[in-house]
Structure formats: structure tokens, C-alpha cells
């Protein structure tokens, strides 16, 4: 059974740190490329991050450029995202999702969805 399950969510104080964690299973990790999208309250969803499935590209919202990292550890199946200088528009239900290509995350065509953690930053 592919599974994508989303941890580390929670509430943060503007300014702070938190990361994000995805579980993958069921499917050939190393094979997939992994993304971050997030969506608020009354809006539309919206990409965050993404990594390739090699590991050696990485891709980024501007709204998050400088303050958000995506890594993957191939040994433990699993994609962080280490999001710091957090602020309040930050608050959102984040997913992962898994696609053989980036093209597919970065479009947001992809099948393969986590729950979501909801992370909640206070002003």
C-alpha cells in the first residue's frame, strides 16, 4: 500500500522553526520525486517545495526562498522540510506528495497525497 504520512506540524510563534517530516512507503522511494504544498484556510493550494528524486535538485516558492529547506534521506524513505523565520501567512494544512518526475510536482498533477499536518504560526 503506497503511503505518504505527513508529521511535525504544530504552533509556532512568528519568528520560529519547526520541520516537517514525510513518511513514504509502498512504492521505490528512490524512484519518485517528493514535494511540499501547503493550503490556508479559504485558499487555494499552493506549491511549496519540491526535491528530486536523486536528491541533487531542489526547487522553492518564492514566498519561501531563504527560509524553508527540503532534504530526503533515502535510508530512512523519508523528505523534511525545515522551515525557519516562520511567519503567520506560513499557517497552512501541509502535504507531501510523490510523482516520478518534478514536472508532474511542479504542475500539481500528481496522485500520490499524504493527510497533511496543519502548522499554525502566532503573531
Known amino acids: 500500500e503506497v503511503q505518504l504520512v505527513e508529521s511535525g506540524g504544530g504552533l509556532v510563534q512568528a519568528g520560529g522553526s519547526l520541520r516537517l517530516s514525510c513518511a513514504a512507503s509502498?512504492?521505490?522511494?528512490?524512484?519518485?520525486?517528493i514535494g511540499w504544498f501547503r493550503q490556508a484556510p479559504g485558499k487555494e493550494r499552493e506549491g511549496v517545495s519540491c526535491?528530486?528524486?536523486?536528491?541533487?535538485?531542489?526547487y522553492y516558492a518564492d514566498s519561501v526562498k531563504g527560509r524553508f529547506t527540503i532534504s530526503s534521506d533515502s535510508d530512512k524513505n523519508t523528505v523534511y522540510l525545515q522551515m525557519n523565520s516562520l511567519k503567520p501567512e506560513d499557517t497552512a494544512v501541509y502535504y507531501c506528495?510523490?510523482?516520478?518526475?518534478?514536472?508532474?510536482?511542479?504542475?500539481?498533477?500528481?496522485?500520490?497525497w499524504g493527510l497533511g499536518t496543519l502548522v499554525t504560526v502566532s503573531s
Open positions: 506528495s510523490a510523482d516520478p518526475t518534478v514536472r508532474a510536482i511542479v504542475a500539481g498533477m500528481v496522485e500520490m
Open positions: 526535491i528530486s528524486n536523486s536528491g541533487a535538485s531542489t
Open positions: 509502498g512504492f521505490t522511494f528512490d524512484a519518485y520525486a
